[in-house]
């Protein structure tokens, strides 16, 4: 059974930084894709950042660019957000998911695995 776990959410004032991490159990296989999604009381779901275990250049939400940073550690099925600059626009529950094989843009039907979720509070 595939599990995601996040971890790293929590209050910032604007301008700060946090680091979220998503860990995977049930599988090892480098061969999926792995994305963060978040979503906003009163807004939908949306990508923010997705990277290929397998290999590649990560791909962000143009909202996020230069501010985030996606990692992977694939000896340790772990994959990192780095958000630096945040803004109180970042408000939200973020979401680690997962699918088999390549990143599909951030279609969210695409995605057979999630976690729970974390939330990330920025006050300005």
């Known amino acids: 059974q595939v599990q995601l776990v996040e971890s790293g959410g929590g209050s910032v004032q604007a301008g700060g930084s946090l680091r979220l991490s998503c860990a995977a159990s049930?599988?090892?296989?480098?061969?999926?894709?792995m994305a963060w999604f978040r979503q906003a009381p009163g807004n939908e779901r949306e990508g923010v950042a997705r990277?290929?275990?397998?290999?590649?250049?990560?791909v962000y939400a143009d909202s996020v660019k230069g501010r985030f940073t996606i990692y992977r550690d694939n000896a340790k099925n772990t994959v990192a957000l780095q958000m630096n600059s945040l803004e109180p626009e970042d408000t939200a529950m973020y979401y680690c998911?997962?699918?088999?094989?390549?990143?599909?843009?951030?279609?969210?039907?695409?995605?057979?695995?999630w976690g729970q979720g974390t939330q990330v509070t920025v006050s300005s």
């Open positions: 049930g599988y090892t296989t480098s061969s999926n894709c």
């Open positions: 998911a997962s699918r088999a094989g390549g990143c599909l843009a951030f279609m969210q039907p695409a995605y057979t695995y």
């Open positions: 990277i290929y275990l397998g290999g590649g250049s990560p």
